[in-house]
């Protein structure tokens, strides 16, 4: 029996009639195969526009009985969306499931077991694990590769079943299949596997699989020969012999169509380039390595701009291979200007004494188009090349004039800039420039080129004549200077009064000190002045020794990646960490999907998988397909996922009491519902006054706080400072809010071969202004031994001086700097992620009449809102949860569609004020719509992920 294709499909979603579940049910039921696959297809078309079909389920699965291909994969598609809503009925599929993975034909044997992966129920899992055997074993090679990647969608439901069951055996068999196919997808589940696997070794590469790997390369897809290479691209070689053989089988990579593979090729061979000890093979493979990455170039500007920033990190590693074809990255007219930036930032890594001259004339010509961004980066590239070649200085300096000369202001403010580096990098050398700065004084009006003219005079004072009439010209509107430019003011007067202790800067020092220590809210300024005061009044040739000190000689290092860092950058080539050149653990969050079991809904934590097919989101062209064909490069080998950001929200707080069930509420008549639910609309009858705000008795007492319950078990912190870059000190960090103290929380682990002691932390400029109340750490353990990891915590409070300036986009980013005593001064850098509800104060609770007006008073236009595919079994759950993490519940109210409204208020502790949440969802049923609004409009999107993530949680 087959459908009747009318080859027009869209009728399926225009149907707008009263009574369509009651339709769809009858045509389910129908005996005409044609009319209840139909039948089918509108009810994927409702599911997909967003409608609740999940009533539907019963009828839906009576259809899988059908030797009907096309009806099978849609009735296995909304099997997927829905089983974890209904797992019970979700049951009552498996033996179909089973049946048909015993199937004559191989495509139903294949959608079988993949449907059964994606269906994340605990119970059907069980019943999963007979098939899956079978068909790792299948004759046929479409079920053995679709059986392999089932085995990764295992694991994320239940690790140990797949260990104590066999199956990574299994796929290690897999590697020795004759077909490429089977070969690369037992690859990818192995390398999912391994990354997500707290065991070491779960994937091997032995020199006997290295064979079979190579042997495939050759024949398999282009998708498989990625996830073949990314494999080989972590295999150590025994000796130089093995590094040469696994180059000379990769190498022919490099010539193919596809980027990714290309990228995945260059991978490989930069990690055995490191082992080949014949400077002769070296030389070879650079130059083989320079076209394909030339080739790269002369794609789409998205690609363009991906294949720039790996370029990057490879220049950077080895600039011999690109030393020849710097002309290649020469602008053109129409390229984007994200395309343009990183071509610049190339140029200036492969510019050398032999090559100066042309690309100071591209750089000179780039400094006259009209994209300001664009000219100022060109300029500072003409100074970066003064700085790193000694030999070409004065050529730029030349350069530089002209490009004064020409009298726009962009370019004369940013080569004065440049122009002060290259004094600082080759001091009392090119002075005789100085005249033309000054005659463009008046011009400079941005911070940072009147500051850079300032150190200048105050750098050269005694050889300018009418030093201290220039600097008086700035003392004018001291006060209104922004900070750098009052810091350099303050510096140049002093250094003014020390190369000539006349009148003049005397008096000229006695205002500058007055206002920098008077007039001032900078803390840098003022302490900055005190101490050039004590200096002055007590020794001033002591003086002179600090401030008139020779200075170091600058270099330029402005995008160098420290070698480590880089190093594991070109291990994750071609995925997202090549392109923000940051390792993949500080980008990549820890996801939480949920599994359901056949009481209820349960979650797991997992990272997100990079096989084709990891998850259901992606499984509508796969059913429907039935073949794996992703639509974009694979990611790569994915890092473990030890994410900054975290599940921060499951730490160490206390569990609230179980809260008794509301009962039910009427429906308000009036327009204003909200108004009418928390009192604030018209007043209640005086016989029996009843407040709708005080749901559970008891004269309107708090709901969940901080009562009873047993804590949850603290969960391991995140690893935000790898021991790889912290030479042997690891830290694991969240800040969370412990008692109504906000807290950042630490664990270090020295796996160093000396004891740690004296930790000191330091947190820079933030959004929301977090500083640590006192920068030691005390831990304990202290000192920390090697092999031994002890744990702390730093209070931390809102510091209005650590505020980014106004205009800043809104972020929960946290930029942390630590040491100890036995770092030899040396400063480790990391970023970490705070999660916003640990900002929430204790005493947040509104009143109802409260709420109702800030809840008005907001402009709907700064409502933001979202859809969350979670599941609340009760609304009790999300009280509870939402009052442990200090979001107060307000009252809940029956909403349209047969759903109920809860709402929450939170304040932050910072300036931001409140936080207003509605919340609407359908107990047991997955979608929560999250509307948020706040007094501080910037926080609402912040706020909107927090509750996010709460909810997953």
Not at 325 to 349: G, H, R, S
Not at 625 to 630: F, S
């Amino acid at each position: 029996v087959t459908c009747a294709m009318s080859g027009n499909d869209s009728r399926f979603f225009t149907t707008t009639k009263k009574g369509e579940i009651a339709e769809f049910k009858d045509e389910l039921r129908s005996l005409d195969k044609t009319k209840q696959c139909d039948a089918v297809k509108k009810v994927i078309a409702a599911m997909t526009v967003g409608k609740d079909v999940s009533m539907l389920f019963p009828d839906v699965v009576n259809c899988m009985q059908t030797s009907n291909l096309e009806l099978k994969k849609l009735v296995y598609l909304y099997l997927i969306n829905y089983a974890k809503s209904q797992p019970e009925l979700a049951i009552m599929a498996v033996n179909t499931f089973v049946k048909d993975s015993q199937d004559p034909n191989p495509l139903i044997r294949a959608l079988a077991v993949r449907t059964m992966g994606c269906i994340r129920v605990e119970r059907i899992t069980e019943y999963l694990c007979d098939p899956l055997m079978k068909c790792m074993r299948d004759d046929d090679p479409y079920v053995r590769k679709t059986a392999a990647i089932c085995v990764a969608k295992l694991f994320d439901i239940n690790p140990e079943l797949v260990e104590d069951r066999g199956f990574l055996d299994g796929l290690k068999e897999l590697l020795g299949d004759s077909n490429p196919m089977v070969v690369a997808n037992a690859v990818a589940s192995l390398m999912e596997i391994s990354s997500r696997s707290p065991k070491a070794g779960v994937f091997a590469i032995s020199p006997q699989v290295l064979f079979k790997l190579l042997s495939a390369l050759n024949e398999c897809t282009e998708w498989g020969q990625v996830f073949i290479l990314d494999a080989l691209a972590s295999y150590n070689s025994r000796d130089s012999r093995e590094a040469e053989s696994i180059v000379e089988r990769v190498a022919p990579r490099l010539s193919h169509a596809n980027c990714a593979i290309v990228l995945s090729a260059v991978k490989v061979l930069m990690k055995q380039l490191d082992l080949i000890t014949s400077p002769d093979m070296q030389a070879s493979l650079c130059k083989k390595m320079a076209p394909p990455l030339v080739t790269l170039l002369s794609t789409e500007p998205e690609m363009q701009y991906v294949a720039l920033r790996n370029i990057a990190l490879i220049v950077q590693k080895r600039p011999e291979i690109l030393q020849h074809e710097v002309k290649v990255f020469f602008c053109k007219y129409n390229d984007p200007t994200y395309v343009k930036m990183e071509k610049l930032e190339i140029i200036i890594a492969l510019v050398n004494d032999r090559n100066v001259d042309q690309v100071l004339l591209e750089l000179k010509e780039y400094a006259t188009e009209v994209d300001v961004d664009f000219v100022r980066k060109a300029v500072r590239c003409i100074g970066r090349c003064a700085v790193m070649l000694e030999r070409a200085a004065q050529k730029c300096i030349a350069v530089l004039l002209e490009l004064i000369s020409t009298k726009v202001n962009y370019v004369t403010q940013e080569a004065v800039v440049v122009i002060m580096h290259i004094f600082r990098r080759y001091p009392n050398r090119y002075e005789s420039v100085i005249a033309d700065l000054c005659d463009n004084l008046d011009t400079l009006d941005e911070p940072d080129a009147k500051a850079a003219m300032i150190w200048i005079i105050g750098e050269y004072a005694s050889r300018i004549d009418n030093a201290e009439e220039l600097l008086e010209s700035f003392l004018e509107t001291f006060p209104e200077e922004p900070p750098n430019v009052q810091l350099q003011l303050l510096t140049a007067t002093v250094k003014l009064f020390l190369k000539k202790p006349t009148e003049g800067p005397q008096n000229m020092i006695q205002l500058v000190l007055s206002n920098a220590t008077q007039e001032t809210d900078n803390p840098d300024l003022r302490d900055r002045a005190f101490v050039y005061w004590r200096l002055l009044s007590t020794d001033p040739e002591a003086a002179k020794e600090v401030v008139l000190a020779e200075k170091p000689v600058i270099s330029d290092d402005a995008r160098s990646i420290e070698a480590s860092l880089l190093n594991e950058l070109l291990s994750n080539m071609g995925t997202l960490a090549s392109v923000y050149h940051k390792p993949p653990e500080s980008f990549v969050s820890r996801a939480r999907y949920p599994v359901s079991s056949g009481t209820g809904p349960v979650a797991v934590d997992y990272g997100a998988m990079s096989g084709p097919e990891s998850s259901s989101g992606g499984l509508v062209g796969d059913l429907l397909g039935g073949d794996v064909t992703p639509a974009t490069a694979p990611a790569g080998n994915a890092a473990p996922p030890t994410d900054l950001m975290g599940d921060l929200m499951g730490l160490d707080v206390g569990a609230p009491a179980a809260v008794a069930a509301a009962p039910p509420m009427a429906t308000p008549s009036g327009a204003d519902m909200l108004g009418d639910l928390l009192g604030g609309g018209a007043p209640a009858a005086p016989a029996a006054p009843v407040d709708p705000f005080d749901l559970l008795g008891g004269g309107g007492a708090p709901v969940g706080g901080a009562a009873g319950g047993a804590p949850p078990p603290a969960l391991p912190l995140p690893v935000v400072l790898p021991a790889a870059r912290g030479n042997g000190m690891e830290i694991s960090g969240a800040v969370k809010s412990l008692n109504g103290q906000v807290v950042y929380e630490l664990s270090v682990s020295n796996q160093g071969a000396q004891p740690i002691d004296g930790v000191m932390i330091q947190l820079n400029k933030s959004f929301f202004g977090l500083a640590p109340t006192s920068p030691a750490v005390t831990l304990t353990p202290s000192p920390v031994p090697p092999g031994g990891m002890a744990r702390g915590s730093v209070p931390l409070a809102i510091n209005s001086a650590m505020v980014v300036p106004p205009g800043t986009a809104p972020s929960v980013s946290l930029q942390v700097a630590v040491k100890h005593n036995g770092s030899a001064g040396q400063v480790y850098y990391f970023t970490d992620s705070l999660s916003l509800d640990a900002l929430f104060a204790a005493d947040g609770r509104l009143e109802k009449n409260a709420f109702l007006d800030l809840w008005r008073g907001i402009p709907d236009s700064q409502e933001q809102s979202t859809r969350v595919q979670a599941v609340i079994p009760t609304g009790d759950a999300l009280i509870a949860k939402l009052e442990a993490r200090s979001v107060f519940f307000l009252a809940r109210r029956p909403a349209d569609n047969g759903m109920e409204a809860f709402y929450f208020c939170g304040k932050l502790i910072s300036h931001h004020g409140y936080v207003l949440l509605e919340l609407s969802l359908r107990e047991g049923v997955p979608g929560i719509k999250v509307c948020v609004r706040s007094q501080a409009s910037e926080v609402s999107p912040l706020a909107l992920q927090c509750v996010e993530k709460l909810l997953l949680a």
